[in-house]
């Protein structure tokens, strides 16, 4: 359904993939995945067409520029390019800037989980700082929230840290900029194994959407329909 | 068929992997009309279905059968396993005439049914009696697997209930051309309507966790509701004179099936999985061409599975004329394969056999032969019926080469970038979905309306944009890494994917263009259905096709009788001259 809905928007097919993922990936992690398309909404139905531009690249790092477009479209172009720029012994770094939902920057933590990777990513939403942190092949993330405190940035980014395991020493992981996870000012905290109980909670009871929420998306997915005819009912094969 | 064995020394060389030199290469195997030339085989999914409802001694019990005179009501069967308990709820009702009709886009149908976990009580029984009649339109949850309907076979039910009911079986040859009562329209799981996701079904159940076991076992459920069924109204039309249907009749109906195009999408978009059970398939072929060992019993035991496959073919009722053509010729075909059995009993090994099938029969000869060999080694290839699952992910290789990934396209797709796109015939057609249920439906290009809603089915063209672009953007910025290009044209991140996932496949896509004017969707139909079992395939247009499921298989009072697991290419009893002893266990 979801993947319907964001192809009826008019999105390239990796890129209805990619959101449709992230979106349930959230909500299956008790992350509100679907209240964070119905924020979106607007924006993605404004950024159809995925357009994140590179800024500036150098050996093993990038900043890419995504337009304010929504985490959720852009999330896997991050864990993509972040992973091959992580080398035998060195790390790989993403910033990403004038990004929205970063929240959907962890289902693209897990993929580079799952490719081998070590990732440490750090966002914020301009009211609050978020944390993360995945070893390579788990299934489920660290995910920590924090109150923004000094100067709020413009636009809200994320910065996402990926290495292989034994490829970084734990005294250069202060280098990547990036906050250890463990402070004390932590206002939320969600543990790999809270994740796992949420995702089995959902795996077993299913989800369930909101009317008006559904009402959208439903509207979103009738787009790629096509109205039926008496000639079109011979393309079924009567 | 006896119980043969492998010798000591073919079963220790017997080992997933070790026949990958023996495999057939992918552009055999994967060409569309050769999948469309597949017959179900020993790890068909039906055949594992019933291999573990029969060694496990499934418990399937009528604990509800609240039917009236005309046959409408509720019924609930509970089937204990092993690993847990399951319902399945059946609701029958009256359809008038007009409105039935076995198309996605009908709205009411002779039964609906769901099987669900665990027992259904008062509460739970009401929501669905509320819910399973309306099928697409209603709303079931999380503790439901699969919702289901059928149809009858009105000159079918009507013949067996009338025959019984005036105290007389129903005779074989009146039930050869429709063997089945009820069919199928559709079949749904995995999420649909707020049913159990696929991941809890594979995680949460076990008896299930295979593909498509639950389905398969749904339409075993409503072949068993449909006998007792009959039974019953017969039962209740004539009190005095009616009598049981007779055990053996009961094996010889199947449950009908009509497949249309909703299946073949579910190919494109599920490429790992459907390489995984070709590759599945070939090792169990490769296993038995290798090493099973070829003496005078197998070649008996051969001979009589081909005389019955001849039989089976003989018995399939079809008006498509080229269908018909192609089960006469394979029969021909059969007679020539039992002649050369019988002047050739010094076979070496079953590789000079398969070489000579490929070399003078055709395809549709050649793979019924390979699924007939199968049958003689179980010993060589059951244990792989557990590998027919695959986590299903499509992932970029990012740190790869753009210069490796084009050389890979060239290794891998050669046949999608042998296909002339400049030729009107190569997009001559689209595939769309209709405001119609969703129904996937096919359109000319350039003729019918929708094609700017088309679904993307279109690979073969996909691949070859995606290898121009890459050459151009090499030929223009150099070698780079495949996220760097990925970022540059995100409307290929979907296809690179899928190339860099499926290259590393042994048998990667279809090798077809599904945009052709000339495309042959009941290709795509006839192998996934293949892979289920079904049997009989009787295509009524290129786009859809009637086949028969479970036809042959043992009915619920057999769980628990000795099983011999040779109910494949059913035919009617006492009809099969090699055949020593009839198929199930006696009545």
Known sequence: MLKRSFEGLGFNQGDYEDTASAALWLECHGLGGLDTVRRAWPRLQKHTQLSVALVTESPGSAVLDAGNASALICGQIVADLVCSYAGPASTGRVELRSCLDCDAVLPAMVSCAGRGFNVLAQWNDQRFVCLAQ???????????????????????????????????????LAETGIAAPGNAACQARITPDEFRDRYDGAVMHGLSIDTSTLAILTAAADNVLVEATERSRQGAGE | MSAHSASPESRSAARPGDTRSTLRPA??????????????????????????????????????????????????????????????????????????????????????????????????????????????????????????????????????????ASGRQPSYENLAKVGYLYRTTAVYGSGKFGMADWRKVRSRHKDFGRPFAAEMFMCYMIRQFSLEQVDHLAQRRAPGSAVAMQDSIKRYFGIGNATGLGMAPFLVHHPLLIARWVEIRETALARVVEHG????????????????????????????????????????????????????????????????????????????????????????????????????????????????????????????????????????????????????????????????????????????????????????????????FALRQPAMRSILRRIQTMSRTTYGDIHANLMDIDVFPIHLLRCKLSFFGVSKFDPRSRMWVRNTMFQGAPIAADIGDPF????????????????????????
């Open chain 2, 293 to 484: 060992a070829v003496n005078p019993d197998y070649v008996a035991t051969l001979t009589v599975l081909v005389t019955k496959a001849m039989q089976h073919l003989r018995e399939i009722a079809t008006d498509n004329v080229e269908q018909h053509a192609l089960n006469v010729t394979t029969i021909e075909q059969l007679g020539v394969v039992l002649s050369w059995i019988e002047s050739n009993q010094d076979i070496s090994s079953w590789q000079f056999f398969v070489d000579h099938a490929a070399r003078h029969w055709g395809i549709e000869t050649q793979e019924l032969l390979h699924s007939l060999l199968m049958e003689l080694y179980p010993e060589l290839t059951d244990d792989l019926e557990d590998q027919m699952c695959v986590d299903e992910q499509y992932s970029l290789v990012p740190d790869e080469l753009l210069s490796k990934l084009k050389d890979d396209i060239e290794t891998h797709y050669g046949w999608a970038l042998a296909i002339d796109f400049s030729s009107v015939a190569s997009q001559g057609s689209f595939w769309y979905r209709s405001r119609e249920k969703l129904e996937p439906r096919l359109g000319q290009s350039n003729v019918d309306a929708g094609e700017d809603k088309a679904m993307r089915l279109d690979v073969a063209r996909s691949v070859r944009r995606c290898h121009d672009l890459i050459a151009s953007h090499i030929a223009e910025h150099g070698d780079c890494r495949v996220a760097l």
């Open chain 1, 134 to 172: 995945i070893d390579a092949h788990a299934a489920y993330p660290l995910f920590e929230r924090y109150p923004a405190t000094g100067a709020v940035p413009e636009t809200p980014s994320a910065l996402v840290v990926a290495w292989r395991p034994g490829a970084l020493a734990a005294q250069d």
């Open chain 2, 27 to 164: 552009a055999e195997v994967m060409d569309l009309p050769r999948l469309g030339s597949l017959y179900p085989f020993r790890l068909s999914f039906m055949r594992v279905l019933v291999r573990r409802i029969m060694s496990e001694k499934w418990r399937i019990e009528r604990t509800l059968f609240e039917l009236d005179s005309e046959g409408y009501g509720t019924a609930i069967y509970e089937i204990g396993t092993p690993n847990g308990i399951y319902s399945f709820v059946a609701f029958a009702h009256y359809v008038e005439p007009e409105r039935r009709s076995d198309r996605v886009i009908a709205d009411r149908w002779d039964m609906t049914a769901t099987l669900c976990e665990g027992r259904v009580d008062d509460e739970h029984l009401t929501m669905l009696r509320e819910n399973v009649p309306l099928q697409e339109a209603g709303r079931i949850d999380a503790r439901s697997i699969v919702l289901s309907r059928a149809n009858k076979s009105v000159r079918n039910f009507e013949y067996v209930v009338n025959e019984l």
């Open chain 2, 564 to 587: 011999a697991d040779d109910w494949c290419f059913p035919v009617m009893p006492g009809r099969n001259e090699g055949e020593t002893h009839d198929s199930g266990s006696a009545d």
